[in-house]
């Protein structure tokens, strides 16, 4: 598989990085462990859906404690407008307590300990480390996927192949942030039906449009 040169991708993300300096991610939170359970809510749901749900819950629970306490019953209230809300009610709940018991109620930073949580893969360790914590990392979810393998960024078969790809290829000072980047690019212009080749901002970058042609 071959992905563009390096002159290609730095001009890529140096356009993205002019329209958009300080990307970000779209779910609302205020500390790690808010971003944790936002990650873990918005599998399968969107950001939009999850933030309505959040804002109640974490105004009565912002800490494992606080939630945990909920109980089941109790989450459940807040977060069932959200798909899969019974089981993400019980990893959720289940994570709350081992921070307890084995982080002293922190979210820690390694991606071992994240990935042994209840409800977080791969993908949800690399936004918490990336976003809440600030490693560059990059947490491959379908937009990131399209993205990669459309413009020739990173080709792969599975999200880990784009990311191992992603993580070698993307020059150094735009790491940080290309996960932000990439997501929202596909989210709201490389759409998965009909992209919206012309008000692309690397169009004639992209292999996409050459294949179209």
Same mark, same amino acid.
């Given at each position: 598989m071959q992905t563009l040169n390096k002159d290609k991708r730095t001009k890529i993300?140096?356009?993205?990085?002019?329209?958009?300096?300080?990307?970000?991610?779209? !779910?609302?939170?205020?500390?790690?462990? =808010?971003l944790l359970i936002a990650v873990?809510?918005?599998?399968?749901?969107?950001? #939009? %859906?999850?933030n309505k749900a959040t804002k109640r819950l974490f105004a009565v629970a912002d800490s494992p404690q606080a939630m945990y306490e909920l109980g089941l019953a109790g989450l459940k209230s807040y977060i069932k407008t959200i798909g899969l809300y019974n089981s993400k009610?019980?990893?959720?709940?289940?994570?709350?307590?081992? !921070?307890?018991?084995?982080?002293?109620? =922190?979210?820690?930073r390694s991606r071992v300990?994240?990935?042994?949580?209840?409800? #977080? %893969?791969?993908?949800t360790a690399n936004v918490v480390l990336n976003t809440a914590f600030g490693e560059p990392t990059i947490a491959v979810d379908t937009h990131i996927f399209r993205v990669a393998n459309r413009t020739g960024l990173a080709k792969g078969k599975n999200p880990l192949e784009?990311?191992?790809?992603?993580?070698?290829?993307t020059p150094a000072e735009f790491l940080q942030d290309a996960h932000h980047w990439l997501i929202l690019h596909g989210r709201y212009v490389c759409k998965a039906r009909k992209p919206d080749c012309d008000n692309c901002l690397i169009y004639d970058?992209?292999?996409y449009n050459k294949k179209e042609a």
């Amino acid at each position: 598989m071959q992905t563009l040169n390096k002159d290609k991708r730095t001009k890529i993300y140096s356009r993205l990085r002019a329209h958009n300096p300080k990307p970000t991610t779209e !779910l609302e939170y205020k500390s790690p462990f =808010e971003l944790l359970i936002a990650v873990i809510l918005s599998a399968q749901a969107t950001d #939009v %859906g999850v933030n309505k749900a959040t804002k109640r819950l974490f105004a009565v629970a912002d800490s494992p404690q606080a939630m945990y306490e909920l109980g089941l019953a109790g989450l459940k209230s807040y977060i069932k407008t959200i798909g899969l809300y019974n089981s993400k009610a019980n990893n959720i709940l289940k994570t709350c307590r081992i !921070l307890i018991d084995q982080h002293d109620g =922190e979210v820690p930073r390694s991606r071992v300990a994240l990935e042994a949580l209840p409800g #977080v %893969g791969r993908k949800t360790a690399n936004v918490v480390l990336n976003t809440a914590f600030g490693e560059p990392t990059i947490a491959v979810d379908t937009h990131i996927f399209r993205v990669a393998n459309r413009t020739g960024l990173a080709k792969g078969k599975n999200p880990l192949e784009v990311e191992t790809r992603l993580t070698k290829f993307t020059p150094a000072e735009f790491l940080q942030d290309a996960h932000h980047w990439l997501i929202l690019h596909g989210r709201y212009v490389c759409k998965a039906r009909k992209p919206d080749c012309d008000n692309c901002l690397i169009y004639d970058l992209c292999e996409y449009n050459k294949k179209e042609a």
